[in-house]
């Protein structure tokens, strides 16, 4: 059985948790800070608690795309995170209070499931599209909570 993928990094940003949880669970923000998403939108009368929907539109220079996610962690100060495309790849915010503020952490997983879809759509390319999709998260978490500190702190 294949593995999951995974990735986290952490900054500190300068607010308190409930701070940081308010703007990352904003996915309406999300094209404020992320290099590939650039906007998401709740479906009709959702909003960021436990079993909401969104979608995403994703744009790199060779493609463009759209997600669909369900919320799967919502606790206002602790955790916000969301399941893309019915568990293929979870992404994750974490909130701890430390000194001088929060510590934000992001993470990402390529769950099985998402890498199984992958072998079925792209075939013998997909080893090359995982690749990718890894190099994506490996490059976009840092500068996406850098982004995010910037946009927090209101620098």
Known sequence: ??????????????AKP????????DVTRTGEWSPICQECWWDEGDGPRLGAHFTGRNVLPEREWKTRSE????????????SVG????????RMEAVEGGTRLTES??????????FHEKYGTDA?????????????GIPATLAAIKRV????
Request: net charge negative.
């Open 1 to 14: 059985m294949t593995e999951s993928l995974t990735y986290a990094e952490s900054i500190v940003i300068e």
């Open 108 to 117: 990402w997983e390529f769950t099985p499931v998402g890498q199984a879809f």
């Open 127 to 139: 080893p090359a599209q995982i690749a990718a999709r890894t190099q994506n998260a490996l490059e």
């Open 71 to 82: 919320v799967t962690a919502a606790t206002p100060g602790e955790a916000f995170g969301w």
């Open 152 to 155: 927090v702190e209101g620098r």
């Open 86 to 93: 019915g568990g293929k790849v979870e992404w994750t915010y």
């Open 18 to 25: 409930e701070e940081v949880y308010a703007v990352v669970s």
